[in-house]
């Protein structure tokens, strides 16, 4: 049975630790499947203009579009090149609650993601993305340092 | 806003350190108000003309006998699907993979943000100082009826907007009414949608932003002490100037996130005042109840005090007036009738809670004068006499300051903001509809976005006699044009609801699981 392993980058430098880790146990595993997922951080409740709404899916498909080539489709591409099978997927919404429904909609087994990199007074409000996620998810996680 | 703010406690400054150009402004408020008066009065005359051998302006009739037909049409559906319209802001039938495009709520938000505003404040004050506590009572009656108007109009809205290659939307009436009477094999839709947007860029001209500029000025003038209207006017256009034309998104940003604070902070204070005096809601309620069929002796009688309260209504809601379609139409959905169930909360929201509240606050704190002997309202010309001769924001400013004395100056800040984001909002809807008449262009936007700026200038420093009268003849005929239209166009929504809800019964139509 192939295993799957979704990895949780947020754009910056740590990731290159959370893929390197993933690349470690995905090659001690042997029969693995690698998920790099990028979520764009986005509420359904904010509050916009209404010439931003009627851009909003234009918008959309330019983060969509802006985040796979620039996060997700290197990181792939690396993967790639070191042996592994591997995908990528973005999605808009809450951080923690996306990776995990991305997790269970594909039927993943682990989420790897590096300790946040959020700060200031939302970090300490609300939490970081990270200690949300191993406080809600479903399946593993692993927090690289 | 630090920047608005500064300017606006920086203008009664300037005014006081030059006197005599100030006399020069007095003389120049009272020249553009003369001509705008002169100017707009026969449109105004011909909007509310009453009908013959009455005192009752047709428009109201139309407005009301419109809304009553929607409901009756579809079934009260403002009854039958209020749950449902709940559940579907609340993204229960959200495709999650749908994540980051335009939410529901995000419609409504943005559809309220360019209604809830003065109508709500000054606009109830209006009402109630003229019609008296009865125009509350019809006020919310229109609020009810009205949900349906909203749900047909912006259903369509949806259903017909254009969606462009690059992923962007127009919509609204002028693409419903073109689109639908040529599906429907009609005639006379192009000339119908033409008119419509020429009435809806006088809306935004008037209700969307002379009216606001005008009672923010009024707002401001009561805190700080009277200075020209235009001084205020200029301010308000350069920062709609710098936000339409500019581009410096973070103003209105700041704005689209404190309007909703200030309007629960405003419907908070209410509920205070209501709470502190909760042994007056029963009389206010009996004011409310006693004026709607008797008048209490207010001009024209219960009729003055009906006229009134659908007047406001309609003004505070916009239902049928065709606005709230241009809003809702950007919203992601393959099922256009589920916008029209979301914005039938509209009315609910801003007239049947919030415009409610204004008139409670208002009716109790005993700023409207009653003659002890008669038991009815005293009379200052056609209007309520009251404590110290207020009307409109002043009187609901009054009302709230006789609980809460510092309140007036959050009122203060909220009208401002209130009336930024109403006219960021119509600044939108005349441009959709500027761009149906003159086609899309950057020329063609930046004309429509300045004549709009300098309309600003001329509703801070007109009085507002006139600027009431034209706000509300560009509204309404816009609604003339609409419902006419939504006439024609009511069984296309009626059938998207019959097979939307055969669906939903039938488990085909579920919610997601979050």
């Keep these: ?93 809450d951080v923690a609650h996306t990776l995990n429904s991305i997790c269970e909609k594909e039927g993943a087994h682990q989420i790897i993601v590096c300790r946040s990199s959020e700060g200031g007074i939302t970090k300490r409000i609300f939490g970081s993305s990270t200690a949300n996620l191993v406080m809600s998810a479903t399946v593993p996680v692993t927090v690289i340092g | 806003m630090k920047i608005l703010n500064k300017a606006l406690l920086a203008a009664p400054a300037i005014a006081a350190a030059l006197p005599a150009q100030a006399q020069d402004a007095m003389s120049l408020d009272e020249r553009v ?101 009865g125009a509350t009572f019809w ?30 939307v127009s919509g609204g009436p002028m693409y419903y009414i073109s689109k ?17 947007s020429v009435f809806c860029i006088l809306g935004a001209l008037g209700g969307g932003n002379m009216f606001q500029a005008n009672q923010a000025h009024a707002q401001i003038a009561g805190i700080v ?22 581009g410096i998104k973070s103003i209105a940003n700041v704005t689209e996130k404190v309007v909703p604070f200030m309007g629960i902070l405003y419907v908070g204070a209410a509920l205070v005042i ?8 029963g009389w206010a309620f009996g004011q409310i109840f006693a004026g709607a069929f008797t008048g209490l002796g207010v001009a024209g009688g219960f009729v003055g005090a009906l006229i009134q309260g659908f007047k406001r209504a309609a003004f505070s809601n916009e239902a049928g007036v065709g606005s709230a379609a241009i809003a809702h139409s950007a919203v992601r959905t393959k099922e256009p009738i589920t916008e029209g169930f979301v914005s039938l909360l509209e009315p609910l929201i801003d007239t049947v809670v919030i415009c409610t509240m204004t008139a409670l606050v208002i009716t109790i704190s005993g700023q409207l004068l009653i003659d002890p002997d008669t038991g009815l309202y005293m009379l200052d010309g056609s209007a309520i006499a009251t404590v110290d001769g207020n009307s409109g924001v002043s009187l609901t400013s009054a009302a709230f300051g006789a609980s809460i004395s510092w309140f ?75 419902i006419t ?13 019959r097979s939307y809800s055969e669906r939903l019964r039938s488990g085909e139509i579920k919610k997601f699981a979050h």
Excluded at chain 2, 72 to 93: C, N, P
Aim: hydrophobic share 50%; proline share 4%; charged share 15%.
């Design chain 1, 1 to 93: 049975m192939t295993t799957k392993l979704v990895i949780g980058l947020d754009g910056e430098g740590s990731g290159d630790r959370a893929l390197t880790y993933a690349t470690d146990l995905a090659k001690r595993i042997g029969d693995c499947e690698l998920l790099v997922a990028y979520v764009i951080e986005w509420s359904p409740y904010s509050f916009q203009t209404a010439e931003e709404n009627a851009q909003r899916h234009k918008r959309r498909e330019e983060e969509i579009s802006t985040a796979m080539s620039r996060v997700v489709d290197p990181a792939v591409e690396g993967l790639k090149k070191n042996g592994m099978t591997a995908s990528g997927i973005v999605r808009h919404g």
């Design chain 2, 33 to 133: 108000n003369t001509i705008f008066a002169e100017f707009t009065g026969p449109f105004v005359s011909l909007i509310f003309a009453p009908l013959p051998g009455t005192s009752f302006p047709w428009i109201v009739l139309w407005l009301v006998v419109a809304a009553s037909v929607f409901t009756i049409y579809f079934s009260f559906v403002q009854l039958r699907y209020f749950s449902h319209a709940v559940s579907l802001v609340k993204g229960d039938y959200s495709d999650p993979d749908d994540a980051g495009e335009v939410s529901h709520f995000q419609a409504l938000a943005t559809a309220l943000s360019g209604t809830v505003g003065l109508g709500n404040i000054a606009g109830v004050a209006v009402a109630v100082g003229i019609g008296g506590p």
């Design chain 2, 139 to 168: 006020m919310i009656l229109a609020g009810l009826l009205g949900m349906a108007s909203k749900f047909t109009e912006c259903t369509l809205g949806v259903k017909y907007r254009n969606e462009y290659p690059d992923g962007t």
């Design chain 2, 180 to 196: 639908g009477f040529k599906e429907r094999g009609l005639p006379g839709g192009g000339a119908l949608a033409i008119l419509f």
């Design chain 2, 225 to 246: 002490g009277d200075y020209p209207g235009w001084i205020t006017g200029l301010v308000f256009a350069g920062v709609v100037f710098a936000v339409i034309v500019g």
């Design chain 2, 274 to 281: 209501l709470l502190v005096n909760y042994d007056q809601i």
């Design chain 2, 408 to 482: 007036p100056y959050v009122l203060a800040i909220a009208v401002v903001l209130f009336a930024f984001s109403t006219m960021i909002s119509w600044s939108y809807y005349g441009l959709k509809s500027w761009t149906y008449l003159f086609g899309e262009g950057k020329t063609s936007e930046l004309i429509f976005k300045v004549i709009f700026c300098v309309f600003i200038v001329i509703g801070a420093a007109a009085s507002l006699g006139p600027v009431i009268d034209f706000s509300d003849a560009a509204i309404f005929a816009m609604a003339v044009v609409n």
């Design chain 2, 485 to 497: 239209a939504l006439y024609f166009l009511m069984s296309i929504v009626r059938e998207e609801l």
